[in-house]
């Protein structure tokens, strides 16, 4: 059973830190490309961070610069590295393995909320 498990999330005042975890079961997530995912009350899921199975990593431009994503292949397990969090970076925190953004390849997790507070 494959199963994604977010966790890390909490309240934080504006210029805080955060550091997501993703732990993923029934996945070889080494193989796949990984994505943190945002969503703010409101609004549509987005991509904010993405690593590929090489170890290369994008990040949408309202992150690039304070956030930073790794993984740790032994552990299954993808982190996210919230620096400088502004209070638009409130939202619940997703993972997946995707392809492009559009196509995934596990049920997605319950997520962890993230919020920023000015």
């Known amino acids: 059973q494959v199963q994604l498990v977010e966790s890390g999330g909490g309240l934080v005042q504006s210029g805080g830190s955060l550091r997501l975890s993703c732990a993923a079961s029934?996945?070889?997530?080494?193989?796949?490309?990984v994505g943190w995912f945002r969503q703010a009350p409101g609004k549509q899921r987005e991509l904010v961070a993405s690593i590929t199975s090489g170890g290369s990593t994008n990040y949408a431009d309202s992150v690039k610069g304070r956030f930073a994503i790794s993984r740790d292949n032994a552990k299954n397990t993808v982190y996210l590295q919230m620096n400088s969090l502004k209070p638009e970076d409130t939202g619940v925190y997703y993972c997946n393995a995707h392809s492009n953004g559009l196509l995934f390849y596990a049920p997605w997790g319950q997520g962890t909320q993230v919020t920023v507070s000015s």
């Open positions: 029934g996945i070889m997530f080494s193989i796949y490309n």
